[in-house]
């Protein structure tokens, strides 16, 4: 089975800081690897994912992840925060050829002005 | 073109009590997935579709059941409510498996007294 890891519940940063959001996995196969964002009292939307091919991935609004296989992480980066970027951030992982999701129990990013 | 909306976005249960939550999507996605999502949980998946017929248990499916006799939609039915059910439940969709981009719903939020 597998399972996701993020290592940090809450992070607080200021505005226009660098930010770096660690999520670790576990898998004994292939997977794909996902972020979610979560706006208050919204549903999740797709920041990223890593499915194959070059192991950093550009999403939206600026964010960035690296796969580093022999880590087997999957941390989220972004060069300069905005206020807008206060939310719920999850990772996720599939097996490549399975049909359920394993969420990690989240990240709160608080961007303090 | 609506996405993935849910039905009631607010409900509050008297245990033993049962209830339907509704799901409907417009984007004549195969997929479909139930969450629940406690505080400092994460996503827990309850059950999911891979298409209209077709429907199989998630990581916590006990005191729920679901149907997809439509690709539009997936109910998912609460018999005998308990205080363990209390959560939010997110309806998600996706064009197909594990590669493809869920997108959720906004959330329905139960409390069960």
């Known amino acids: 089975a597998q399972s996701v890891t993020q290592l940090d519940s809450q992070v607080p940063v200021f505005e226009e800081a660098p930010v770096e959001l660690r999520c670790n996995y576990s898998?004994?196969?292939?997977?794909?690897l996902f972020w979610y964002v979560q706006y208050p009292n919204q549903g999740l939307q797709l920041l990223l994912k890593y499915l194959s091919g070059s192991t950093l991935v550009k999403g939206i609004n600026g964010f960035e992840a690296e796969f580093n296989k022999s880590q087997t992480s999957f941390h989220l980066r972004k060069p300069s925060v905005h206020i807008s970027d206060t939310a719920e951030y999850f990772c996720a992982v599939i097996m490549n050829t399975g049909n359920q999701f394993y969420f990690g129990t989240g990240t709160s990013l608080t961007v303090i002005p | 073109n609506a996405g993935v909306t849910q039905t009631p976005k607010f409900r509050i249960l008297k245990i033993g009590q049962s209830m339907t939550l509704q799901c409907t999507q417009d984007?004549?996605?195969?997929?479909m997935y139930w969450y629940r999502q406690d505080p400092g949980m994460g996503l827990k998946l309850i059950y999911y579709?891979?298409?209209?017929?077709?429907?199989d248990k998630g990581e916590v499916p006990n005191g729920y059941n679901v149907s997809r006799s439509t690709t539009e939609d997936f109910p998912l039915r609460l018999e005998l409510a308990a205080p363990s059910q209390t959560s939010v439940y997110f309806c998600?969709?996706?064009?197909?498996?594990?590669?493809?981009?869920?997108?959720f719903g906004p959330g329905t939020r139960l409390l069960v007294l």
């Open positions: 579709s891979v298409g209209a017929g077709i429907t």
């Open positions: 984007m004549n996605h195969n997929y």
């Open positions: 898998s004994s196969v292939s997977v794909y």
């Open positions: 998600a969709s996706s064009l197909g498996r594990g590669s493809e981009t869920q997108y």
